[in-house]
Every structure is written in C-alpha cells, then in structure tokens.
C-alpha cells in the first residue's frame, strides 16, 4: 500500500487529494491519500505534495511544526519524493526570490516570483509535457517562473519561452496548479515516481 501525503496547511488540499485518488485508480495501484500537518502524519508517507497559497505563510508553518526540515532531510536521503505546485515550488527551490521564504533547497531552481504581473493573474493553457501524450490542461493562479536550471535538473515544460515544470528524480516542481482541471496525469506520474520507495515499515 502506498501513502502519499498532501500537506494540510494552505492551498487546494481537497484537490490535489481527490486527483491523487483518481490517479490511483488510474495506475492500477493500490494507495492512500495522507493529509500532512505535522511530523508524525510524515511518517509513513513516501511522496507529499505542497500546494500554492502564500509561500511566506506556509513556510513559517513548517518551520513551526517541524516538517520543513524533515521534509528537507528525507527528500535529500531519497525516502521521500516531494510535488510543489506554485508557492509549493517556491518553497522547495534553492532560490525563492523572497527574503522572507527561506529555501528547502531541494531541488536546483531559481525562481522568480509572481511572473506574469497582475495582468494576466490568472490563465489556462494547453502545455506539451514531456511524458505525456497529448497537452494539459495548465491553471496558473498569479505565477512564478522557473528562472534557472542547475546540475542535472530535467526541463519537462515550457509555455513560451519560460520554464514552467522541471523535475529531479522524485522531486517535482511546477508553477502552475495541476489540481484545478480533470486530468489526473501529473499525479498519476508522480505516484508512479515514488512507487519504489520504501518507508522501512511494514
């Protein structure tokens, strides 16, 4: 049985939950959805997600409850995939473009935030994902962009010329919010990705 979390403190957590329900159905394999709030939900966990909100308040939240740097330690170890969409992705980076978001510095990305302007503060496209078939259905909600890409990091979408997905092994990071459409194929990938991690329980 596979546990996947999606930490509980801001942003679409019924959502990303409901997809992940479905892309497990999808996948043939059996899963449960874990709702993340403090280190003891983590425990069993082998992928979380962190969804959007405000990045300054959910970092301060995971500082507070000890997860920023439990999730910190097992994404590093590899025990644990993490998927940050939006302030998720912020969060996650080894550069957050704030002062006041410190990074988790778990995958290497630059980021530069609220990219778009208050223009286009909120838009869909369809995005050629690398892995997928056919486009996707992306929501982006007041964006950040993907500035800059290190060491082995993998480009897996762009709308236009600006980096919009990227991966790392099981780390995901996406500026837009794939849990605001019906198409389950992201979290489908994603749980497929952390499909061969152990948590060394029983």
């Keep these: 049985m596979l546990n996947i979390g999606v930490l509980n403190i801001q942003g679409d957590v019924s959502e990303h939950g409901e997809m992940l329900k479905k892309a497990f159905v999808a ?6 959805v874990i709702y993340v709030k403090d280190r003891k939900d983590l425990e069993d966990v082998v992928g979380i997600i962190i969804p959007g909100g405000e990045s300054t308040t959910i970092s301060r939240l995971l500082k507070s409850t000890g997860l920023f740097e439990e999730i910190r330690r097992r994404a590093l170890d590899g025990s644990l995939g993490v998927m940050g969409t939006c302030a998720g992705t912020i969060i996650i980076s080894k550069n957050t473009g704030d002062p006041r978001v ?53 480009i897996m979408a762009k709308y236009n010329d600006d980096i919009v997905f990227v ?19 992201i979290h489908k990938m994603f749980i497929e990705g952390v499909g061969g991690i152990s948590t060394g329980k029983e």
């Design 167 to 185: 991966r790392k092994g099981n780390i995901f990071a996406l500026t837009f919010h794939p849990e605001l459409t019906d198409d389950y194929r």
């Design 102 to 154: 410190t990074p988790m510095g778990i995958i290497d990305i630059d980021i530069k935030r609220n990219a778009y302007g208050r223009q286009y503060s909120s838009f869909q496209v369809m995005l050629d994902i690398k892995g997928l078939d056919s486009p996707f259905p992306a929501v982006f909600i007041r964006a950040p962009v993907i500035e800059r890409v290190y060491s082995d990091v993998e």
């Design 27 to 32: 996948s043939g394999i059996s899963g449960n």
